[in-house]
């Protein structure tokens, strides 16, 4: 009877400690997936590449990922949670559009520059990788949440209200950010200012 419970016992611990083992496993594999699509991209991210990265073997990644959809829905997963995206619903407590557009800007603008590497690899190979079709268009519903928010309270009506969106649409892209501050040299503000006088602009 004792040998019976000890055996028992053994083999609890002998499947709890696989169980962690595979965990750590699948979280390596996710981790060098998310570092070369951040680095090379993932239009040129390759099961051997994340097999070497992560120090497994292909076979090892195809049985924790057996397509390329679940593998990159793990890495949107794991790179938005250690990475997390400006929450707009702490916006929304700030009455004055004026304010709480110049206030979403500079949290998002901020966060761009956090992840200005991943989101330009990721931004580029869109077209040419089938299985990012699905965490782009997550992220692309994000913006019109954000624009969503950014629009509540604003006095325009009619035509002037479409173009409004329209501006906001623009503000809140990540290809906007990159132009401004990358591309043409400006300060994280002055690109704010400018996207801000461009809403009021539009209206």
Known sequence: ?????????SRRYRKRRRAEQERQTRQR??????????????????VSGVAGEAGVQRATVYRHFPDEESLFAACSAHYWQSHPRPDPEAWAAIEDPAERLRAGLGELYGWYGETEEMLDRTGRDIELVPAMQGPAAEFLGYLVGLVAVLDVGRPERGRARERVRAALGHAVTFTTWQSLVRGQGLEEAEAIALMAALVEAAG
């Open 29 to 46: 594999i996710v981790e060098a997936a998310v570092k070369l699509h951040g680095t090379v991209g993932p239009a040129r991210t390759t």
């Open 1 to 9: 009877m004792a040998n019976e419970t000890s055996d028992n016992g």
